[in-house]
């Protein structure tokens, strides 16, 4: 046998060996990568696969979609995860229950928000059921209990992790005469209004209070009188009324940072507005309800 043709027996020898190799590599990694996109429930149309880690280790592998932006996963699961005591429904209200420790999480089927500890967290998508089983936005569940969230857009992950903190109850969170105000103020202007309007309207008045142009407090904005009355309400006494349980809930969610714009500065109805100075001099934003909002 020649030189040369030992050494090509040689190499061919190191090329299977090395194939061989590789083979038994992916054969290894296939089944976790096929894991990872495999569904465990029928998302919607147009739900994408998601990956999620929890201090670095996946979790809920298969059991996480995107629908309409919104990452989603099943509550039962995720509460299991962060180690819940107790998981019940309630088929008549169609609520569910998550408690851990002193906290109580209410999930309401179709609803948008969580309520835990006497807080609300807006769901810019609904809470869904998907095969029998309630499906919640990850970013405000990971809020009510505390996980840092991070979304990893070159591996379309979203990477958790636990702080070891506990969700602060909404007496202590919130600032008790902000609420106090910025509810009533809600539940006068807009007590007929969609939860979506009358986050806006409660939008305007922190905007505001943002704003170098205004008071720095929602007391200061509400009752504000530089060229003018600012809301009708406080001419009119409607102010001082009891507000309705949705404004609460709306102020609630305002106080949580949810904003549908951090720009509008107005709003109106058109239809029985007397004065017509806000359509006339500011720019028109969007129209919600009855209510026109403008920057």
Not at 41 to 63: H, K, M, Q, R
Not at 178 to 193: F, N, P, T, V
Not at 238 to 255: D, H, M, Q
Request: charged letters at 20%.
């Amino acid at each position: 046998m020649t030189k040369t043709v030992k050494l090509l027996k040689k190499t061919l020898t190191k090329i299977g060996a090395f194939a061989f190799c590789a083979m038994i590599c992916l054969s290894a990694l296939a089944p976790a990568a096929s894991a990872a996109t495999d569904r465990k429930y029928n998302f919607p149309e147009g739900a994408a696969d998601v990956s999620l880690t929890l201090d670095g280790e996946a979790v809920l592998v298969g059991e996480a979609a995107i629908i309409n932006s919104v990452t989603y996963v099943p509550l039962r699961s995720a509460s299991e995860l962060v180690g819940a005591d107790s998981i019940e429904w309630d088929a008549e209200s169609q609520i569910a229950t998550v408690k851990k420790g002193n906290v109580t999480l209410r999930v309401r089927n179709n609803g948008n928000y969580l309520e835990a500890a006497g807080r609300y967290f807006y769901t810019s998508e609904r809470v869904r059921n998907i095969d029998n089983r309630i499906f919640v936005p990850i970013r405000p569940f990971a809020a009510i209990f505390c996980l840092d969230l991070y979304w990893n857009g070159e591996t379309r992950t979203v990477e958790l992790t636990t702080t070891g903190k506990t969700l602060e109850s909404g007496p202590s969170y919130y600032d008790s005469d902000d609420l106090y105000w910025l509810s009533r103020i809600i539940s006068a202007e807009a007590a007929g209004e969609s939860l979506f309007g009358q986050i806006a309207v409660g939008n305007v008045v922190l905007n505001r209070v943002a704003s170098k142009q205004y008071p720095n407090t929602v007391y200061g904005v509400i009752f504000d009188r530089v060229g003018g009355t600012q809301f009708s309400p406080v001419s009119m006494g409607t102010i001082y009324n009891k507000p309705t349980e949705s404004a609460v809930i709306a102020a609630k969610i305002c106080l949580e940072g949810y904003s549908i714009s951090d720009r509008i500065l107005f709003f109106m109805n058109p239809r029985i507005a007397t004065n017509n100075w806000i359509s006339k001099n500011r720019p028109y934003a969007f129209s919600i309800g009855n209510h026109d909002f403008y920057y």
